[in-house]
């Protein structure tokens, strides 16, 4: 569906900030294909 | 009973989560509404996503945030279960995803905000790294761009003092000038050029409906089309409205929302064919109805049966392509109640008996809109949606029927008197939520419902 709407998913390394100190993850996040 | 002093559902105490939670009805999904915000992308949304979202369970003096997953959703609002408290829904809380304070993971890091877990589950897990890490790898969360889509769809090409032509309410069959006084979300207030101020400025005539609403054209639309409108009565004084304190700017066609074509051909509707309509001063009716005149461009007024005046003044504007105007037949065909004209009995009451006592011929069907491009509403789906005989009133309403691209909606606690046929495109419905986002005023359900 999000492929149909001209959006994809695309994995992202997104930072988690917290009191014990900063990581980083990845996950899946969508966005406009432009 | 008048609906028309409205209330504020946030001060009564409405809350949508807890309500259909207690009713058990579901709400209709925001992608059902073409017009609505973030329609487009809320394929992209749905329940297991990650967001980061206000903390409300901290002692800590600033504001913090938290990571939590989407564990329903109705609407645009969200049931939120914070990370860490697994099974446990105690803490559950409705967010509306439209709003500022939910965000993609990842927005608290680049915003300098601390993620910090709620009191209650602190000192539950003594590893929360690890513990997120394997809640977050490989999971999805809120499009990146979804409040940059939001505040790019709630962009309006309409301002204070745009001038426009608008339905007359108290004269339905003529337009009227107005100008625009207030946007919310696409909806406008429009004050009538001569519609008069009270003795402390107040608005005597105003009339909302949305950018997109057949009722609202350009100046020098009736004009183009053959359309009546009324002649702004040049001795009332609004001048000390702030609306009509700036030079007047006129409306222009590429504001409004583009018709379908109607192709002429051989045949077009032709004044004296029946047809079956809503009715446009009792909108939970379909009626027996006439074509009365043809406007150019495809619009035509219309008459309902029997009940006519006589002077032209209750019909009403229907352009061709409309849903409220369908081939006779249509409400036998699908089981709605047929409103006939007064004398007349729905046991004894045949299309082709009445034609032939009216010396009339039935529009044919291929004239009418037939597309049906299907929509997601379902009978029971709530939502929120304009009473259309007040359209400054938006409602906590129910799908009743769904008839093809008609939509019958109940205003929750209201009598089915009140009930109106829609087009499932209409733009003055809107997904459970909607009201929050855009900060209009959300009429509440009346009653013990």
Redesign the interface.
Known sequence: AAEASGRKWEQKQVQIKTLEGEFSVTMWASDDKK | ESRAFGQDATLAGFEWGSYLEKSGFLAAPVSCFRHAPLC??W??IYVGL?VEVLNTHTALPSKVYW?ATVVQLTGYKALLRYEGFEDDDRFDLWCNIGTADVH???W???N?????PPQEIHHHIKD??SY??ER??????????LHVKMADSLRCTFRQGVRVEVVDRSQVCRTRLAVVDTVIGGRLRLLYEDGGLGPSGEVLSDFWCHTQSPLVHPVGWSERVGHSIKETDVNVNMGSHPAFRKVPQNSVPDQFKKLRTVYLGNTFFEEGMKLEAVDPLNLGNICVASVRKLLLDGYIMVGIDGVEIGDGSDWFCYHASSHAILPVGYCESNDIPLTLPPGYDHTTFTWAKYLEETGTLAAPRRLFNTDYVGHGFTPGMKLEAVDLMEPRLVCVATVRRCVGRLLLLHFDGWEPEFDQWVDCQSPEIYPVGWCEITGYQLQPPIGPE
């Open positions: 487009a992308q394929d992209d990650k990571i993609p993971i990842g608290c890091a680049v300098s905000k601390l993620l910090v929360w790294k997120l890490m977050l790898v490989g999971a999805h969360t809120l499009p990146v761009d």
